[in-house]
């Protein structure tokens, strides 16, 4: 039996009992715990992961190195104990291959030679053979493995001491070497995670300023997220734009979830109740794009039926992310939408962040360029 908090110690199959919460980030790297059983996930559990809630009676299906996980980590120490051969070795291994048999050729050329036609067989047909020998094996580049090895190593002691780079493999080494594509993240590897909301390009609708929609931004913000960029960017640039949140209570909040990509805050001032909304343009434009999601509150925002208006939005937004900023929409509801039968969600305005490059990322592309590498960066935000 499985109850909340256990880890899931073998592949097993759901049989009776409550839906169970299951966090599958051990395997997948989800953040988000699975429901089994589903539809999308079936009544296979495996083992490594963690029961959030519920209790159930389940079934073992494979325990030990049968399991999935244990299948992999079989692999892993597999790999360990397996000569790997790199694509550099390959090649040199291919040249010596050639040039030996070059050599060969030219050795039974010159036996030849020697034997018939200076008659080295008629007077002793040892040596034209030992003469042979002799250059086949001069040919062959017998200390070319050590030097290379040592050439490696020396190259590794060079990464350690200059680049605090640990290489754990040579042939891993010996592979990078002949790298000729790499695939990059973007925030915090090509840029500094350092985000900060440009104001004075705040694009914002109707009668709404770029200070409300500032100031929106920052009810729908949570100031105790120090890890958050995105937040901690808003709440930086409330502060130094003078923002004052002092009248406003938060009465709840709907934290973020990268399945329906967007905040929910609940919060009054005096006697009015405000719901505010903050995250993906489209998903704060029709909660449906995409797909339809679990979140408690599904809208689309007034004025959703009139073209002009939402191409509006949609091309400005695009021409945040030519010009590489990340874009976060903000959309407001006069009380609270919960209890609401049809609430109108009024579009506030966009927020375009900019999270600069680091200060070597355009030399360390240069540098790649110039070893003709290409770099491909790998980024959920938009296509260009």
């Not at 694509?87 to 018939?116: D, E, H, N, R, Y």
């Not at 790298?179 to 709404?208: N, P, R």
């Not at 937040?231 to 934290?255: H, K, M, P, T």
């Not at 001032?269 to 995250?279: E, L, Q, S």
């Amino acid at each position: 039996m499985l109850v909340g908090g256990n880890m899931v110690p073998a592949d097993v199959n759901w049989l009776s009992g409550d839906r169970l919460k299951i966090d599958t980030a051990a395997l997948t790297g989800e953040p988000i715990p699975r429901t089994y059983p589903s539809t999308e996930y079936g009544n296979s559990i495996l083992c490594g992961t963690t029961v959030v809630s519920g209790e159930a009676y389940c079934q073992v299906t494979a325990i030990g190195t049968s399991t999935e996980i244990g299948k992999a980590q079989a692999d892993v120490l597999q790999d360990k104990t397996v000569r790997v051969v790199s694509v550099f070795q390959t090649k040199i291994m291919t040249i010596i291959q050639v040039l030996v048999s070059c050599c060969f050729a030219v050795v039974l050329a010159v036996l030849l030679v020697q034997g018939f036609v200076y008659k080295g067989f008629d007077f002793n047909i040892k040596q034209p053979i030992l003469d042979a020998l002799s250059i086949l094996i001069a040919s062959i580049p017998v200390a070319l493995p050590l030097v290379l090895q040592v050439n490696l190593a020396l190259g590794a002691a060079f990464m350690a001491k200059h680049y605090n780079a640990i290489v754990t493999s040579i042939p891993a080494l010996q592979d990078i070497a002949s790298m000729s594509m790499l695939c990059t993240d973007k925030t915090g590897t090509l840029t500094t995670a350092q985000m900060s909301v440009i104001k004075e390009k705040i694009y914002t609708s109707g009668d709404f300023t770029s200070d409300q929609a500032l100031l929106y931004a920052t009810l729908c913000s949570n100031p105790d997220k120090k890890d958050d960029p995105i937040d901690q960017a808003i709440i930086r640039a409330s502060d130094s734009n003078g923002v004052d949140v002092s009248d406003y209570e938060r009465l709840d909040f709907i934290g973020f979830d990268p399945i329906v990509k967007r905040v929910v805050s609940f919060v009054k001032k005096d006697n009015a109740i405000f719901t505010i909304a903050k995250g993906l343009p489209a998903k704060i434009l029709d909660t449906t794009s995409g797909g339809l999601d679990d979140h408690v509150l599904q809208w689309k925002i007034d004025r959703y039926e009139d073209q002009n208006f939402i191409s509006g939005i949609i091309d400005q937004d695009k021409d945040f992310s030519t010009n590489g900023y990340k874009s976060l929409a903000i959309a407001v509801v006069e009380g609270d939408a919960r209890e609401m039968s049809n609430p109108v969600w009024k579009f506030v305005g966009l927020l375009p962040m900019l999270d600069p490059p680091r200060e070597d990322t355009a030399a360390t592309i240069a540098s790649l360029h110039h070893a003709n590498v290409s770099v491909k960066m790998i980024t959920g935000d938009h296509v260009k």
